[in-house]
């Protein structure tokens, strides 16, 4: 970027934006996705199974940084009957 000679800079400033971790599944079968109102960088969702099913997998996942990359750490887990 340079100041040119009209006293206005040659390209528009660059915006920083807060990484987000790609939807997750707003259903589970049998049970429910409790998540935040955005997915930016440590968001965390918890999943929650209904009545007379058990979890089969992690309770919860954070959107976190891998390198240059955001992802979930936590697979989607399943609701299984008790």
């Given at each position: 970027?340079?100041?040119?000679?009209?006293?206005?800079w040659s390209h528009p400033a660059?915006?920083?934006?807060?990484?987000?971790?790609?939807?997750?599944?707003?259903?589970?079968?049998?049970?429910?996705?409790?998540?935040?109102?955005?997915?930016?960088?440590?968001?965390?969702?918890?999943?929650?199974?209904?009545?007379?099913?058990?979890?089969?997998?992690?309770?919860?996942?954070?959107?976190?940084?891998?390198?240059?990359r955001v992802l979930w750490n936590?697979?989607?887990?399943?609701?299984?009957?008790?």
């Amino acid at each position: 970027m340079q100041c040119t000679s009209l006293g206005t800079w040659s390209h528009p400033a660059p915006k920083c934006e807060a990484k987000s971790c790609d939807a997750i599944p707003n259903q589970l079968l049998n049970g429910h996705v409790v998540a935040p109102p955005n997915l930016r960088l440590g968001a965390e969702v918890a999943f929650v199974c209904d009545k007379g099913y058990r979890l089969h997998g992690q309770s919860s996942s954070q959107c976190v940084s891998e390198g240059m990359r955001v992802l979930w750490n936590n697979k989607f887990p399943v609701c299984e009957r008790e």
